[in-house]
């Protein structure tokens, strides 16, 4: 592999992992077009960033890093992500993971779905969690747990039940782990700061990077919890149709 290919390669995997985004628009245009053109660059991008336990994604024109699951380079340990969410216990930790599971869902009926929302306010996220956790706590709707996945997720349901609507008007709120809604907006704030989300006046926009992650390594990743929710949305679908 000529030197120049090593050079750009490694340009390239050295601003994925950093978090930026190389895209044919913009400063990294150049880059992009070696890894989008170039076959030899594009092969050792992705070979080093496996190496990292990073993903590339492309959507709309734009190349996207992500951490792998269980990803012990790039990706964030419960302890980090507590401290970075400003959490006490691992419970508060998956209560967050939940939320956005249910943020996701706001926006995507599945991955291969178009967008059927634009944004989400707070509001319209905590409705989102609360009636999928109706569906954990409420028998009669034939929502099928095994012995774990009903204590781990009747927890979270009732650690969410147990909090307050709001402690203040949604116009004054804070991000904080007091209120249903204080929760939602910690959670949509540390989003925004990982570029998923953009915030415009106390409306959540998907960004780029969002959907790429979504339509991608989530859709790898999506695993048990989206087969329960999905399962708890149609049999209370069906449950009010009786």
Request: aromatic share 10%.
């Amino acid at each position: 592999m000529e030197s120049r290919n090593i050079e750009k390669a490694l340009e390239i995997s050295a601003k994925l992992a950093a978090g930026e985004t190389v895209s044919e628009q913009g400063t990294n245009a150049a880059l992009y077009q070696e890894y989008s053109t170039n076959p030899e660059v594009y092969d050792m991008v992705l070979l080093s960033l496996k190496k990292m336990e990073l993903s590339v994604y492309e959507y709309n024109n734009s190349l996207f890093a992500a951490p792998k699951a269980h990803g012990s380079l790039f990706g964030y340990s419960n302890e980090a992500l507590r401290r970075e969410l400003g959490l006490r216990t691992n419970g508060e930790l998956y209560l967050a993971y939940f939320i956005i599971y249910n943020i996701i869902m706001e926006f995507y009926t599945d991955t291969i779905s178009a967008t059927y929302a634009e944004f989400v306010r707070v509001e319209d996220i905590v409705r989102k969690v609360d009636d999928t956790t109706a569906g954990i706590v409420d028998k009669k709707n034939g929502f099928v747990l095994s012995e774990i996945e009903e204590n781990s997720f009747r927890s979270l349901a009732l650690s969410w039940d147990s909090l307050p609507a709001a402690t203040v008007e949604l116009s004054e709120l804070r991000a904080a782990k007091n209120s249903k809604s204080g929760f939602v907006k910690l959670v949509c704030n540390f989003l925004v700061s990982q570029q998923l989300l953009s915030d415009n006046q106390e409306r959540y926009y998907p960004t780029d990077r969002f959907r790429a992650v979504v339509e991608n390594y989530f859709d790898e990743s999506r695993g048990r919890i989206m087969e329960l929710l999905d399962q708890s949305g149609e049999e209370r679908d069906e449950h009010a149709a009786d």
